[in-house]
């Protein structure tokens, strides 16, 4: 039988993989520079963790947990998202003691969705949390590292901020049962998906993709109609401040999110060259959600970011490292190869070794590889103690004295 990876997974390799690696190295040295420390939880946890503070009636809960009995019998989940773990382990750890405290993580997240382009079941997320200010240049300084990220990254696409406030608890009440009073009017024009959410979930109904929505979500209920004062006071002063940064976004009335723990400031960063998964941040605040996980009552505001749809659109901007592939024309070479290739190791140069002693076919898995340079040693390079260096992007070549390789690679 031959294994095939378990649907909506998939494996880590060569590009794919050194995109990601230069992901993390960018998100590691910004985390630094913005004084977010690292977090690292286990990718399992309590269900009970999950289950409330993400919203019975949410998609993540009604459907997409990893959810399994251990041994005990007591039930655990494959980590859906990060805010949870990563305040669990704040709380656990006695960590918000001194407040405000800046949190990062990395890692795997698990959700059972239909898989699609962008959309996996085990993908990976970037999260960082900001818990125990009310203030809104907390949710800036977010913003401003998605968008120093994102620039990082792709200095040229543009990239889109989607703002809106949830306002406070009361707003979301009222607002959650004006929508449901609209949605019943439409019931029976409704996708099937959304009249199902009219009751339980009406926020979700908004943001809705389904055709038959799109027009009955134009003329729903807007939110700012529903701001409490202080409501629109913070999401005045965080526009304000945006401007101020300058950061360029545009308010989105119909953006909620999708999980019970939001209010106040939502947003999420797009792009249109993504196709339908365009999201590639998303986050907001969540001030009632440490209290609500057994910690103290603080606040918190925190984004996630897709790994995966990050490093699709980092296609063409990778920086991939000068391979150097080793060709040894006759096994007899091997201690000249053996010591040019530790010389350019002490000097950090990568190079790949094969074993294989055959021009042709050497150079053939160098280009296989898509190593940049081919070093070949030969008879003549023996005798006059120098080595041929093989351009294979530009396909030229030149002889330089042992000695002056590494200043000719380097
Ligand atoms: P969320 O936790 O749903 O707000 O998602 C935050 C970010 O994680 C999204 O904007 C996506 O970039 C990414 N993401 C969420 N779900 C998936 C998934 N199933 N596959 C790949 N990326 C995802």
Same mark, same amino acid.
């Given at each position: 039988?031959?294994?095939?990876?378990?649907?909506?997974?998939?494996?880590?390799?060569?590009?794919?993989?050194?995109?990601?690696?230069?992901?993390?190295?960018?998100?590691?040295?910004?985390?630094?520079?913005?004084?977010?420390?690292?977090?690292?939880?286990?990718?399992?946890?309590?269900?009970?963790?999950?289950?409330?503070?993400?919203?019975?009636?949410?998609?993540?809960?009604?459907?997409?947990?990893?959810?399994?009995?251990?041994?005990?019998?007591?039930?655990?989940?494959?980590?859906?998202?990060?805010?949870?773990?990563?305040?669990?382990?704040?709380?656990?750890?006695?960590?918000?003691?001194?407040?405000?405290?800046?949190?990062?993580?990395?890692?795997?997240?698990?959700?059972?969705?239909?898989?699609?382009?962008?959309?996996?079941?085990?993908?990976?997320?970037?999260?960082?949390?900001?818990?125990?200010?009310?203030?809104?240049?907390?949710?800036?300084?977010?913003?401003?590292?998605?968008?120093?990220?994102?620039?990082?990254?792709?200095?040229?696409?543009?990239?889109?901020?989607?703002?809106?406030?949830?306002?406070?608890?009361?707003?979301?009440?009222?607002?959650?049962?004006?929508?449901?009073?609209?949605?019943?009017?439409?019931?029976?024009?409704?996708?099937?998906?959304?009249? /199902? #959410? =009219?009751?339980?979930?009406? %926020?979700?109904? +908004?943001?809705?993709?389904? *055709?038959? $929505?799109? &027009?009955? !979500?134009?003329?729903?209920?807007?939110?700012?109609?529903?701001?409490?004062?202080? /409501? #629109? =006071?913070?999401?005045?002063? %965080?526009?304000? +401040?945006?401007?101020?940064? *300058?950061? $360029?976004? &545009?308010? !989105?009335?119909?953006?909620?999110?999708?999980?019970?723990?939001?209010?106040?400031?939502?947003?999420?960063?797009?792009?249109?060259?993504?196709?339908?998964?365009?999201?590639?941040?998303?986050?907001?605040?969540?001030?009632?959600?440490?209290?609500?996980?057994?910690?103290?009552?603080?606040?918190?505001?925190?984004?996630?970011?897709?790994?995966?749809?990050?490093?699709?659109?980092?296609?063409?901007?990778?920086?991939?490292?000068?391979?150097?592939?080793?060709?040894?024309?006759?096994?007899?070479?091997?201690?000249?190869?053996?010591?040019?290739?530790?010389?350019?190791?002490?000097?950090?140069?990568?190079?790949?070794?094969?074993?294989?002693?055959?021009?042709?076919?050497?150079?053939?898995?160098?280009?296989?590889?898509?190593?940049?340079?081919?070093?070949?040693?030969?008879?003549?390079?023996?005798?006059?103690?120098?080595?041929?260096?093989?351009?294979?992007?530009?396909?030229?070549?030149?002889?330089?004295?042992?000695?002056?390789?590494?200043?000719?690679?380097?």
């Amino acid at each position: 039988m031959k294994f095939q990876p378990v649907r909506g997974t998939h494996d880590l390799y060569s590009y794919e993989l050194a995109k990601y690696r230069c992901l993390e190295e960018v998100i590691r040295s910004l985390a630094k520079i913005y004084g977010f420390n690292e977090i690292i939880t286990p990718i399992f946890e309590h269900t009970e963790l999950f289950k409330k503070p993400l919203g019975q009636h949410s998609d993540i809960v009604l459907k997409e947990m990893y959810t399994f009995k251990d041994r005990n019998n007591s039930s655990l989940t494959l980590r859906p998202e990060y805010t949870t773990p990563m305040i669990r382990a704040a709380i656990s750890n006695s960590l918000l003691e001194k407040i405000p405290k800046k949190f990062y993580g990395i890692g795997p997240m698990f959700r059972r969705e239909r898989p699609q382009k962008g959309r996996y079941r085990q993908f990976n997320q970037i999260n960082f949390e900001i818990l125990g200010s009310h203030d809104v240049a907390a949710d800036v300084e977010l913003i401003l590292l998605a968008d120093d990220i994102l620039k990082n990254l792709f200095p040229n696409k543009k990239i889109l901020l989607q703002l809106n406030s949830l306002g406070d608890n009361d707003t979301l009440k009222i607002y959650k049962e004006n929508l449901s009073l609209y949605y019943e009017k439409y019931k029976n024009k409704l996708s099937d998906e959304s009249r /199902a #959410k =009219i009751h339980t979930n009406p %926020l979700r109904i +908004l943001d809705s993709k389904k *055709p038959q $929505d799109l &027009e009955i !979500n134009n003329n729903a209920p807007r939110i700012y109609n529903f701001y409490s004062e202080n /409501a #629109k =006071i913070k999401f005045d002063n %965080l526009q304000t +401040l945006l401007k101020d940064a *300058p950061i $360029d976004f &545009e308010v !989105n009335p119909k953006l909620v999110r999708g999980l019970d723990y939001y209010c106040h400031t939502v947003f999420e960063f797009k792009s249109d060259d993504l196709g339908t998964q365009d999201t590639l941040i998303g986050g907001g605040r969540y001030d009632g959600l440490t209290k609500l996980l057994g910690g103290p009552d603080i606040p918190g505001v925190g984004w996630a970011g897709g790994v995966e749809r990050i490093i699709m659109l980092m296609q063409n901007n990778i920086k991939i490292e000068k391979k150097v592939y080793l060709v040894l024309i006759n096994e007899s070479f091997k201690s000249y190869g053996l010591r040019l290739i530790n010389l350019l190791r002490k000097n950090k140069i990568p190079v790949f070794f094969d074993y294989k002693y055959n021009l042709k076919k050497s150079l053939s898995n160098a280009n296989h590889l898509n190593s940049e340079y081919a070093i070949i040693i030969g008879e003549d390079e023996i005798k006059n103690n120098t080595c041929t260096i093989k351009n294979l992007y530009k396909n030229s070549q030149k002889t330089v004295a042992f000695e002056q390789v590494v200043k000719t690679l380097s």
